[in-house]
């Protein structure tokens, strides 16, 4: 391959190079949370970093240590310097790119390129969280300008630090290896020739070494295991475990658990539209041009086409086919920053689009600039604009909401990431409530978990509130004073809760009340109804929202209208998908004797289970999760359906409660009702209504009473 005469000195490449990273260095750190960011496993890795403990699989040693050494240099807070470090990382990947692009074409073209990949979304978020992906981006840029190096420029020195560095690179994120098909392909004609037989028998041996030197990296994690750290997960020091850490063996092939529940290759197509719409959202126009670019750089160098056919390939479309995840918000950003990978390959593409236009004349260098400018300014920068989180303190607020109501030696359990990894981080490193015990349920029956807490305190008993059922429970319940979960735990049926806001007391003392209003148990910064661009941030929000539910429900069962109306009309506010919000806000007005304005939130209920069970269609999602949107829709059509009735709407309420029944059709009361709805009207339709509420549930005392009284009347 030879390089394009790109009319720039390798001199005045670095010196672009380094504008560009001092400028989405600036846009990153501008844009970026300034505390910890809501996102996956940020929480943790920030407290991996700080207390050098080891993550989970496969245990992301790269990232631990270059982290702790950035962290070593860099002001402020843990939380701080580790966003910082992403955007560091986040910044080179483009610069990167931009100094290997232009190596062989034209400087506007791989500028053009840069920009676009610059601004991406996906890059601007992971750019500012405590977590790998925005070094992986980068480690992918480098491995390919690496390849290419050492392609042209052959020598074994080169081939061996590439070698060495595919190793090195795996100890950040092992799906780098995706890609190094591509990188063999490129390099292994020019070593054969240049090495002729020596590449077989010691070339090809002594890369085999270098790669295993920079894998070794991983060594890491047995021998800080062996030191105990709290955060020991999967106990790496036993060599059985680090094997299977380092092989995969301990974590399979899948991205996540969920995609287990369907067939391989099943959700393929909807993920690639997804990226596609990714690619879109990020580059609109100028996508067309990627897209021709394919072509252009097939026909200006195979060698170059090959290999990032092969880098798309690998790391876009067959990373999805492997990942198999369903196209709901939650897995949609699970899958989203493995996007970067491919998207270095588009970005190439957009450069070589471009020259190849360029080269047609006049005409093709207009449309080229035209279509780029395009992509830049109407999707790049409001892409960055959408990726402002400047005053999202989320995390923190969370972290001191939880909390906050919490006797001191309590024990609080926790489930979902970004809520446990959040309570961790601000209580491990910022030293939030230290006399409390936070545990987390879905590692609570872990071996090595319970060993870690056997180790820092000994005497407490740590018990399997994951798999171990309610007797587990029962025992935490006796064993614990003040035990209190958060409301994205799993309880078991039966077990005494008192709703609290974002957690519940769980076996309560005598007394344990929950608080009157939203402002004694919340204190965010967030404004209520404020949309957030991701959905990690989101779920954190419905979490606020669901623990407001729950407070609000109590109040109202115990007759304290005022004090539930206020949870309520919060939960709602809140989380607008939140359905039951508006159903218990219409049992509340009902109450009170205001029909029609019950009737408005039943309805409001039922148009949100209608948009979940829309929704849950379009997310794949599975059939258990749909037939209980359906269950709870029919119930929610059935109080509006009373509502109707109620002021005297018998059309609107007959065709809600068949609304009802075709939700779900073992839903008795929706028969009995329309039984009511006919009575003194239809006497056939009403028996009919109430033969089948019987057939639905024989113990329907009301239904026999009036079916006896009517048949007794028509002897």
């Known amino acids: 391959m030879e390089a394009f005469n790109a009319h720039l000195t390798a001199g005045k490449r670095a010196a672009a190079a380094a504008g560009l990273f001092i400028l989405f260095l600036g846009l990153y750190s501008f844009l970026m949370p300034p505390v910890l960011a809501p996102y996956r496993d940020a929480g943790e890795m920030a407290c991996d970093v700080y207390s050098l403990g080891v993550p989970h699989p496969p245990g992301y040693p790269l990232y631990v240590l270059a982290g702790r050494a950035f962290s070593a240099l860099a002001p402020g807070g843990q939380d701080l310097k580790l966003n910082l470090f992403s955007a560091f990382a986040g910044a080179a990947a483009p610069a ?112 085999v070494l270098f790669a295993l030197a920079g894998y070794s990296l991983y060594l890491y994690l047995p021998v800080r295991s062996a030191a105990g750290p709290f955060l020991d997960w999967g106990r790496p020091s036993d060599w059985a475990n680090f094997w299977g850490i380092i092989t995969r063996r301990s974590y399979g092939s899948t991205l996540d658990l969920i995609s287990t529940n369907y067939a391989k290759g099943e959700l393929f197509w909807v993920n690639l539209y997804h990226y596609g719409l990714h690619l879109w959202s990020n580059m609109g126009p100028a996508l067309a041009v990627a897209a021709a670019g394919a072509w252009f750089c097939w026909r200006r160098s195979r060698g170059a086409g090959v290999f990032w056919a092969l880098f798309f390939l690998a790391s876009g ?29 588009v970005a190439w593409w957009l450069a070589e689009g471009m020259r190849g236009l360029f ?30 989180r400047r005053d999202m303190f989320l995390t923190a607020d969370y972290a001191a909401d939880a909390m906050r109501g919490l006797p ?63 007797a587990a429970w029962e025992a935490a319940g006796r064993a614990w004073k003040d035990f209190y979960a958060t409301v994205d735990c799993e309880i078991p049926a039966g077990a005494p809760t008192v709703p609290m806001g974002l957690v519940m007391a769980v076996y309560p003392a005598p007394g344990v009340k929950p608080p009157p209003s939203p402002s004694e148990a919340y204190s965010h910064r967030w404004k209520i109804g404020r949309p957030f661009p991701d959905f990690f941030a989101r779920d954190v929000i419905s979490a606020y929202a669901h623990g407001a539910l729950a407070v609000g429900s109590l109040h109202s069962s115990a007759g304290r209208r005022r004090e539930a109306a206020a949870w309520l009309d919060y939960a709602s506010a809140a989380d607008t998908d939140l359905a039951d919000a508006h159903l218990y806000s219409g049992f509340l007005l009902s109450s009170d004797g205001d029909w ?28 258990d999760l749909k037939n209980s949107l359906r269950r709870s829709s029919a119930y929610a059509w059935l109080n509006y359906g009373v509502a109707l009735e109620k002021t005297g709407d018998r059309d609107g309420a007959e065709k809600a409660y068949l609304r009802a029944a075709a939700r779900n059709p073992e839903l008795a009361d929706a028969n009995y009702n329309l039984a009511i709805l006919y009575w003194n009207r239809d006497w056939d339709r009403v028996a009919r209504e109430l033969s089948e509420t019987l057939r639905k549930n024989p ?8 079916l006896r009284q009517l048949q007794s009347s028509r002897k």
Not at 376 to 387: E, Q
Not at 597 to 623: N, T
Request: glycine residues 8%; aromatic residues 14%.
């Open 317 to 345: 479309p067959v990373f999805l086919f492997l990942a198999n995840m369903p196209p709901n918000p939650h897995a949609l950003a699970i899958v989203e920053p493995y996007y970067l990978l491919p998207d270095l390959a």
């Open 96 to 207: 990167a790119m931009f100094f290997f692009m232009s190596g062989y074409l034209p400087w506007t073209a791989a500028l053009a390129a840069a920009l676009l990949l610059g601004l991406n979304f996906t890059l601007i978020t992971v750019s500012g969280v405590s977590e790998m992906y925005a070094l992986h981006a980068l480690l992918g840029a480098v491995i390919a300008f690496l390849a290419f190096r050492a392609a042209e420029l052959f020598s074994a020195k080169r081939l061996y630090l590439l070698a060495f560095l595919c190793g090195l690179f795996l100890a950040n994120r092992m799906d780098l290896m995706l890609v190094y098909p591509a990188v063999l392909l490129l390099v292994w004609g020019p070593a054969r020739r240049a090495l002729g037989t020596r590449f077989y028998y010691r070339a090809l041996p002594l890369c």
């Open 596 to 623: 029609a304005g019950a009737g408005a939130r039943f309805r409001a209920s039922v148009d949100g289970y209608e948009r979940l069970l829309s929704l849950a269609e379009d997310y794949r999602s599975l059939p």
């Open 408 to 470: 001191a030696g309590a024990v609080l359990v926790a489930k979902k990431d970004v809520q446990l990894f959040s309570l961790w981080y601000y209580q491990q490193v910022e030293g939030l409530r230290p006399d409390v015990r936070v545990i987390a349920q879905g590692l609570s029956g872990a071996p090595w978990y319970q060993a870690a807490w056997a180790r820092k305190d000994p005497g407490f008993p740590v018990f399997n509130l994951n798999t171990g059922g309610p």
């Open 699 to 706: 113990g329907h005392t009301q239904a026999a009473h009036y």
């Open 359 to 388: 080269m047609t004349g006049a005409g093709g260098r207009a449309a080229a600039l035209s279509l780029a400018l395009a992509g830049v300014f109407l999707f790049g920068i409001p892409s960055a604009r959408k990726a402002d």
